[in-house]
């Protein structure tokens, strides 16, 4: 006879998601308002479940083994349905408009799956989605003609803004793209650019004028779109986020200095607000889900 799979505990799912993204079971008891006896009991009691240590220590945080972060993404799936059955039923529907601006980068990747379950969860809520460059949404925020956005974290954004996590830079080529060849003649590298005022624009020619590297701009844009398209075509390189990278690139970061990484940060004007407050959790658990999953490929 098949064995009955355990009925895993959502408390302790709660409580293991929440440890891993504070990187520490006793933030976590903190923010579920419980003693850290407590949660570390019921990681226990989850690890028992499973048969197997889902933690592990790395430096100072807390990380998940291979079988942590399987459990990881089914928890936050079955945590959200959770939450939504839950909500459903006790008709508690917000109400209200929420204008919300993303950054290019996370549009297509981060988008769908934030928007996604708030609308399901709170259909009552009307969202205003708009995606562009970190200059023109911090603009807006600062007109209050956006009641929080998902950007790059820059210099110029305010001390009230909350930093969700480090992404790793790398340069971005086609897969045809040799700039061993290129590097070997000395020629200038090709680069595939937003126009300026650009946080990863700075970030590349400050790169390559400290390692003594010749550049050229060859191709400028207004989208991440023209970026992708442009550098699919072999006109040269860029500089970005892993983040939505297109099929057809790649990193080249064995070839070239070392860049670095960027925060990614979100602001908001009210947090007292209750359905932004729910759209920003929402947010940070999308950011938290999304990171691990990007890891420099070199080449």
């Known amino acids: 006879m098949e064995k009955i799979p355990v009925s895993l505990d959502s408390d302790a799912l709660r409580s293991f998601v929440l440890g ?10 903190q923010q579920l308002c419980r003693s850290t006896s407590a949660v570390s009991a019921q990681l226990k009691k989850l690890e028992q479940q499973c048969g197997m240590a889902l933690v592990t220590k790395r430096g ?11 459990l990881l993404s089914y928890a936050r ?16 529907l917000l109400q209200g408009d929420v204008r919300i601006g993303m950054q290019e980068d996370f549009g297509e990747s981060l988008m ?9 969860q709170h259909p009552s809520v009307r969202i205003s989605a708009r995606v562009d460059r970190n200059q023109p949404l911090l603009q807006a925020m600062a007109e209050q003609s956006l009641d929080m956005a998902l950007l790059w974290q820059g210099d110029n954004l305010p001390a009230q803004s909350e930093l969700l996590g480090q992404t790793p ?5 086609a897969q045809e793209f040799d700039i061993r060849c290129l590097l070997a003649r000395g020629e200038a590298i090709p680069l ?10 700075t970030r590349a020619l400050n790169v390559l004028e400290q390692a003594g590297l010749d550049w050229r701009v060859v191709f400028t844009s207004h989208s991440l ?16 986020s892993q983040i939505g990278l297109p099929a057809g ?23 007292n607000d209750a359905a932004q407050q729910m759209l920003a959790q929402l947010t940070r658990h999308g950011v938290a889900g999304y990171l691990p999953l990007i890891k420099p490929t070199l080449t």
């Open 20 to 29: 891993i993204e504070c990187g520490s079971f006793a933030l976590a008891a």
């Open 249 to 271: 690139l790649h990193a080249l970061n064995a070839q070239l200095p070392a860049v670095g990484s960027m925060g990614i940060a979100l602001w908001q004007h009210n947090a």
């Open 169 to 173: 830079l790398a340069w971005i080529g």
């Open 112 to 120: 769908p799956g934030i928007l996604g379950p708030f609308s399901r």
């Open 225 to 240: 779109s023209g970026i992708w398209a442009a550098v699919r075509a072999g006109l040269g390189i860029t500089l970005r």
């Open 192 to 201: 595939v650019m937003f126009e300026a005022p650009c946080l990863m624009r």
């Open 77 to 92: 799936r079955l945590l959200s349905l959770n939450d939504e059955a839950w909500r459903a039923v006790r008709g508690e």
């Open 60 to 70: 100072r945080h807390l990380a998940p083994t291979p079988g942590g972060e399987i």
